[in-house]
């Protein structure tokens, strides 16, 4: 394997830093390389910005590398300083169930069989029975307090009223300790992460140099932001989590397909492992046939489909069209009907209700005139089924899935209206 592949992820937009690139790029052309990333779980899922180290691992199993996903059972029970606060420290049950449930969400994105298998590593067992005399000999013994107060988001943290607690400084030692321990028991040369772990990923090249004199690399992805400089998310600040609890598949793939024309691209590179040939006719797409909106719906399928697969990504699809009229709402399971319905004005009626009361109760229309006047003029469709009828009731049957009714005025005007239990 030749150093090609850092200029096929530099392409792709995971490349921000790396130690020592002329040297990583020389340790490349020799031949297959170990490398890890870790997860903390310091939330019961995975989310958009655990997605790019994991795309970046598939990357590099494809590749032909080693990968190690690392989650961090103990490092978890610490948590990452953050920026401006104190974090506050989850129970021990409460960090091991959240364990089980990312390295469950990791599994899914690497190949753990085949010729090049990944191996799942928790970071808890070579801490769990370290005494605190052996840390301090063993891995504190190899740190300088000036090189650690130095780090950016301890500084930041110093300087804060609030200040940084002597166990939050500490992480970045436990994280070094893990490139060492890695190091040692797989050979482990290369550590990825985001660019805000530079420090910490620093602090592992370090350790390994200091503590057994060999050399390794360390190499961040950029923060992922929208063309405009704000947040990625859902919502300014929020994630797009990748566990269908917590953000439904059809939500999921509503956020990329709502991607803007100025984002689409970079955002394929980033999160699909389509080709540059494939990408570039997608960007000619862009380009010629905005209105079209070809890129943001391979986009929107294929990491929906990476992420949640493809059955559910076939619901989420079919949802998106059914609702505007292009696609049978009747083939809607229950979950992806309530996910979608979870996104539109609501409201609860009964059966029996007048369809003309259901689009003033959803605020389709502001009241009973306007309601008439849509219905005459052929514009009000209920699931999908145009209602010229001002009479017109709401059955049993109408409520999908014994759910909602879908209520749609012109084109785009959607709301829903929710059977009372």
Wanted: charged share 25%; net charge negative.
């Amino acid at each position: 394997m030749t150093g090609d592949i850092i200029d096929e992820l530099a392409w792709r937009g995971l490349v921000s830093q790396m130690t020592d690139e002329e040297a990583l790029r020389a340790r490349l052309a020799e031949g297959p390389i170990t490398v890890y990333a870790g997860f903390d779980p310091t939330a019961p899922s995975l989310h958009h910005g655990h997605l790019v180290q994991l795309v970046l691992l598939r990357h590099l199993q494809r590749a032909g590398h080693r990968v190690l996903p690392l989650v961090g059972g103990a490092t978890g029970l610490i948590g990452d300083p953050r920026p401006t606060t104190e974090r506050s420290l989850n129970t021990r049950d409460v960090v091991e169930q959240w364990t089980e449930r990312l390295a469950r969400q990791i599994s899914s994105f690497l190949d753990f069989e085949g010729d090049n298998p990944a191996t799942m590593v928790n970071n808890l067992e070579w801490t769990a029975g370290l005494s605190a005399i052996d840390f301090l000999r063993d891995i504190g013994k190899h740190y300088r307090l000036g090189t650690m107060l130095a780090k950016d988001i301890v500084a930041r943290r110093l300087a804060s009223d609030e200040g940084i607690s002597f166990t939050e400084f500490s992480y970045q030692i436990l994280q070094g300790m893990d490139f060492l321990e890695l190091s040692r028991r797989y050979g482990c040369e290369l550590q990825t992460g985001g660019s805000d772990q530079w420090g910490n990923l620093l602090s592992g090249v370090e350790l390994v140099r200091k503590a057994d004199q060999k050399r390794v690399f360390a190499l961040t992805t950029p923060l992922i932001t929208k063309s405009d400089g704000t947040k990625f998310g859902k919502t300014s600040g929020g994630a797009v989590w990748l566990d269908p609890s917590m953000m439904s598949p059809y939500a999921f793939y509503q956020f990329w397909i709502n991607s803007g024309d100025e984002d689409v691209i970079g955002w394929l590179k980033t999160f699909t492992f389509r080709t540059r040939e494939e990408i570039a006719e997608l960007a000619t797409a862009v380009a010629e046939r905005p209105f079209a909106r070809e890129a943001q719906r391979t986009l929107a399928h294929d990491v929906t489909a990476l992420v949640h697969g493809e059955e559910a990504t076939s619901q989420a699809i079919l949802a998106s069209q059914a609702l505007f009229g292009r696609g049978d709402l009747s083939e809607l399971d229950r979950p992806t009907l309530e996910a979608a319905v979870s996104e539109l004005p609501q409201a609860r009626v009964e059966p029996g209700t007048s369809v003309m009361d259901a689009l003033v109760a959803s605020g389709i229309v502001k009241g009973r005139n306007e309601a008439r006047r849509a219905l005459g003029e052929g514009g009000v469709y209920l699931n999908n089924v145009k209602v010229a009828d001002p009479d017109a009731i709401l059955t049993d049957s109408d409520f999908l899935q014994g759910h909602a009714a879908m209520l749609r005025r012109g084109k785009k005007s959607l709301a829903a209206a929710i059977a009372e239990a």
